[in-house]
DNA sequence: CAGGCGAAGATTGTATAAAGTTTCGCCTGT
DNA sequence: ACAGGCGAAACTTTATACAATCTTCGCCTG
């Protein structure tokens, strides 16, 4: 009941091998392995998972949709290095969809989903104890889009799996302190609030959630696009 | 200040030849020349342009991710055909969107802006007196792409895209009468609002406007997913 | 020695050709 | 006469080859 989004298998989304591609390189960049401005060479990916470049480019193609990859005409293709304006419009439209999604989440409830929040929970608590960041910030990243999974809405859950990956990248680029991405204790206060089917409340601490990643971003005021060397050179 | 999203001039947007065919089709089937369920063919596309097929490809590729076309594997790319589901999922999304939309772009309103604004609403209502269909469709559509433009917000913009192309095929499919798409009158009630920054005003133009538009469809309640044929054909 | 010009190398953009899959007509057998 | 299966045609999918473009490094000049 979960990931049935079509009725026919037409998109097997694992299967196929311009899939592997995509989620390959998507989970590299979530899980900051791959650094904003990182060439993403054709040549290089293909050989990697051995396929011509037509697969590797359309691969590249849809994480350019999807916000994680911005290709420059003749000269290729990189991780997205996304502005303090683009970061400040992506929480801006995470605080708009998320809450509302929650409150959608709180109506479809079940035992099996509730079994798989807190074994999401669990994960994430295990890697943060273990001190995986990599693990955390993937995790972290997860858990939103389980709870958009949740709510059964198709369009919600695609916007925010683009903003979800955005958002993974702007925490790696502005991020003040090296805390955790997304704290886990206010994930719990979300389940809890599903759980109780308190839509107020989820709503609440959602938004508070989204608040508080925002407020621990340095987010330089002037609309300072690129060239952040003079910045930090500051000579 | 509107169109800047890109501080390098990487996707001019209407200069390559992928660029164009996607917008061409895009207009077709926003324009209703193109109706659901319309085969797609690579070789038939590639003809009309000039273009060989991988540029086609790439194009409908894109489009597929705007959710105006539908590829299925080893049988082609065709027009898509929402669901009743699909057609609830996308105006809850607008209603949860546009509202936030126009506030912003109360904001920024602007003498050049309300130019813009009382422009379209001539072109509209020309396009009515002269019961120019595919005009109107296609009019009342930018309408609401206009204000996103406006609220400057490139996210909102692109989500917004995408639901407007999507309603365009929804009304098509399931309109009761042949009503107008869209209402002028509310158009210019909303404009209105905006000029005098009335940002509540706005918000609850919006809001009813969109509701009104679905409340003209006829969403049959059941989760019906495709094959509409044993209700058609109802032997 | 700094700066600019130019050719070589590498990489992407595009087109074309080979391979695999589906579909539809047609034929055969009952 | 009809059901079932075979086969060819058309299409998509994938791979490869060619052309255009940019980057880089060396060299020359001032």
Known sequence: ?????????????????????????????????????????????????????????????????????????????????????DAREVFEARRLIEPTIVDRACEAVSPAWLDRLRHHLAEEREAELR???RASVRLSGEFHRLVAEMSGHSIYLGFLKELIARSSLIILLYRRHDTPACGTDHHAGIVA???????????????????????????????????RLADVLGA
């Open 1 to 85: 009941m979960a990931a049935k989004t079509r009725p026919k298998p037409d998109t097997p989304d694992a299967s196929d091998r311009v899939s592997r591609i995509r989620e390959g390189v998507t989970a590299a960049i979530l899980e900051h392995r791959l650094l904003p401005g990182t060439k993403l060479g054709e040549d290089e990916i293909g050989e990697i998972y051995g396929a011509s470049r037509t697969l590797v480019r359309t691969a590249l193609q849809q994480l350019v949709h999807e916000g994680i990859v911005s290709i420059e005409k003749n000269r290729g293709a990189f991780v997205a290095r996304p502005t303090p304006a």
């Open 131 to 133: 001190g995986d960041a």
């Open 193 to 227: 609030a599903i759980r109780k089917r308190d839509k107020a409340a989820a709503r609440a601490q959602m938004l508070s959630h989204l608040t508080e990643i925002e407020a621990e971003l340095f987010l330089k005021d002037p609309a300072a696009d690129e060239t």
